[in-house]
């Protein structure tokens, strides 16, 4: 009988090992998106550090393609076409339709879609984390390189770290719960600030 539980012990330390180093990146990442992309929405509190953009923190609210974050002193909604960008030092509000590569910056959660084409994947584990490093096969593109560390247990993303041109930005991610957010969290609302500058750059 000890042996049988011995064996069956064994078994299952195998299977664990097997479920943890067996996955390539492309099968954690996926896993990683499929958790950040509820349906009904997801948030997270976030730290930025930045050579490029200086250091921030706040939170950060996604949906599907839409986003919104939010700092002390600069505040961003993307519908999925339009971007609004209120910075309150001058009470303004910026009003633009970014392309792509111009998303890859301006949103740390774009990685969901980001790895999935135009980009060379490794992974490297530790004992809590899956870390993949993605290269462009690209170099033209802005966004040239990047580490994303995964939890292993929950698979939510705890790191991104992106290189665009010589520096890198890194995004520290924590709390992420899944919520029931509306559409309209993701516009503007010029009632709530009624004396803003609006400039439209479309």
Same mark, same amino acid.
Not at 27 to 46: M, P
């Given at each position: ?6 064996? +069956? ?9 097997? &479920? ?21 929405? &997801? /948030? ?6 930045? &050579?490029?953009?200086?250091? &921030? ?13 939010? /700092? ?8 999925? /076409?339009? +971007? ?14 970014? *392309? ?5 910056? +301006? ?16 992974? *490297? ?37 992106? +290189?665009?041109? *010589? ?27 009624? *004396? ?7």
């Amino acid at each position: 009988m000890k042996t049988k539980r011995l064996f +069956l012990g064994l078994l299952l330390a195998v299977l664990t090992i097997n &479920a943890c180093f067996g996955q390539t990146a492309t099968q954690v990442l996926d896993r990683c998106a499929a958790k950040v992309s509820s349906q009904d929405g &997801a /948030t997270a509190n976030f730290a930025m550090t930045s &050579a490029q953009y200086g250091d &921030a923190q706040g939170t950060i609210s996604i949906k599907g393609q839409m986003f919104r974050t939010q /700092t002390g002193t600069v505040s961003m909604w993307f519908d999925g /076409t339009t +971007l609004w960008t209120y910075m309150a030092q001058n009470d303004e509000v910026n009003i633009s339709t970014p *392309n792509d590569q111009q998303l890859q910056t +301006l949103n740390p959660y774009n990685f969901i879609n980001m790895y999935r084409s135009g980009f060379s994947t490794t992974m *490297n584990t530790t004992a809590t984390t899956f870390v993949v490093h993605l290269t462009a096969t690209d170099q033209q593109r802005r966004i040239r390189e990047a580490f994303i560390t995964v939890d292993k247990t929950s698979y939510a993303p705890k790191e991104i770290k992106m +290189l665009q041109g *010589n520096r890198w930005t890194t995004f520290t991610i924590s709390n992420l719960r899944t919520e029931r957010l509306a559409d309209t969290m993701f516009r503007f609302d010029h009632t709530a600030y009624p *004396n803003a500058e609006v400039i439209d750059l479309r």
